[in-house]
């Protein structure tokens, strides 16, 4: 029922009444089933314009700074650059609110829905396995003390790969097109909410919810399993290995969590999406609220990688400015860095076996008693 990629599509000028309403890109339906929604629209672009810039100040503090040497700030760097994808072809959507106030549409616009639609799945896989590796990464340094550095090329390559992978197999179906206000996998037939796309859902929690979700159980479950492990040891060992370790995990299970919280909202989002009634109040609010927080999660991922360099940048000044000074027993404290100062502290009770008092010549006495 609905024409693939390079299909026809109705000249400008042709009623309403005569054009094909199962084309996969049909923005100015004139029934009163339609799903496009301008505001959701704006918000979306508005908030991912937003998170963008912040992601590319966190990877050009990274570059800046050359901190891209270290393992844990490309582990980062990584996440951040996932959420730049995501965020930058969310912004790019708002061509669609021009050619739905002009009601133009071509082949070529279809081309490039679908190419950003493809762009919402590569990106989104990218942010999830990222996040699954990253888990990975601290579980075996927290539980096992085993530095997995070595899998770095691996953690790349497959986020990369399989994300490609798994965004073509819409193509195959010719599933992209306008979904409600986005470019992505069509769910709803002639962007109707109440004409269910039985493949395009599917599709949608074969491949994007149904995976994020598994993996979010896996990723929650080897965080607690991580923060116990670490709160135990440190408890019961108080050793500076241990203490190594919590250092090194608070500032990267931040992307888990980040995962876990901005992942929840869009699934109920999607769960709604898929039922025929859903009262137009609900269908907005819901909407809105998944527009926000999937910008969010891009903008707090950059915001945590940023205020990580910041934190340990200020660690450093101040750890570089006790190194320069011995502890004394009579110290002061300094304003910045909260650290000991040695002050100076004269002392009496200096033992010597030099003379203290004058004691004259004997031929000078001699002199001055004659």
Not at 254 to 275: A, E, H, M, S
């Amino acid at each position: 029922e609905e024409a693939g990629e390079g299909g026809d599509v109705p000249p400008l000028n042709t009623p309403n009444s005569q054009r094909n309403t199962g084309s996969s890109f049909n923005m100015n339906n004139s029934s009163l089933c339609n799903g496009f929604s301008p505001a959701s629209l704006i918000a979306l672009s508005s908030s991912n314009a937003v998170s963008v810039f912040i992601c590319l100040l966190a990877a050009i503090l990274v570059c800046a700074l050359k901190l891209y040497t270290k393992t844990v700030y490309r582990l980062a760097l990584y996440q951040v650059l996932a959420s730049l994808v995501y965020a930058g072809q969310s912004v790019c959507q708002i061509f669609l609110l021009y050619h739905h106030a002009s009601l133009t549409y071509d082949n070529g616009l279809l081309r490039l829905c679908q190419a950003l639609a493809f762009t919402v799945v590569f990106a989104s896989w990218m942010k999830v396995c990222f996040a699954a590796w990253v888990t990975f990464h601290l579980f075996f340094f927290a539980v096992f003390h085993k530095n997995m550095k070595i899998l770095e090329l691996l953690y790349v390559l497959s986020s990369l790969v399989m994300p490609a992978l798994l965004a073509c197999v819409p193509f195959t179906t010719h599933s992209y097109g306008l979904q409600g206000s986005v470019c992505w996998i069509q769910s709803w037939k002639d962007n109707c909410p109440t004409n269910i796309a039985v493949v395009g859902v599917v599709e949608q929690f074969a491949l994007t919810y149904g995976p994020s979700m598994a993996i979010l159980l896996i990723v929650s479950v080897a965080m607690v399993v991580m923060v116990i492990t670490i709160l135990y040891r440190s408890r019961k060992y108080h050793n500076e290995q241990n203490s190594k370790a919590l250092q090194q995990l608070l500032p990267l299970a931040v992307y888990p969590i980040l995962f876990f919280v901005f992942t929840i909202p869009p699934f109920v989002n999607r769960l709604y999406g898929t039922k025929p009634n859903v009262p137009h109040d609900t269908a907005y609010a819901l909407s809105m609220m998944g527009a926000v927080t999937v910008a969010s999660w891009s903008f707090f991922t950059g915001i945590s990688l940023i205020v990580h360099i910041v934190v340990a940048k200020l660690h450093a000044h101040c750890k570089k400015r006790y190194s320069y000074k011995r502890l004394p027993p009579y110290g002061g404290v300094d304003s910045d860095c909260r650290v000991a100062v040695p002050t100076m502290k004269q002392t009496s009770d200096i033992s010597t076996t030099s003379r203290t008092t004058f004691v004259p010549p004997p031929h000078s006495l001699a002199t001055a008693s004659t």
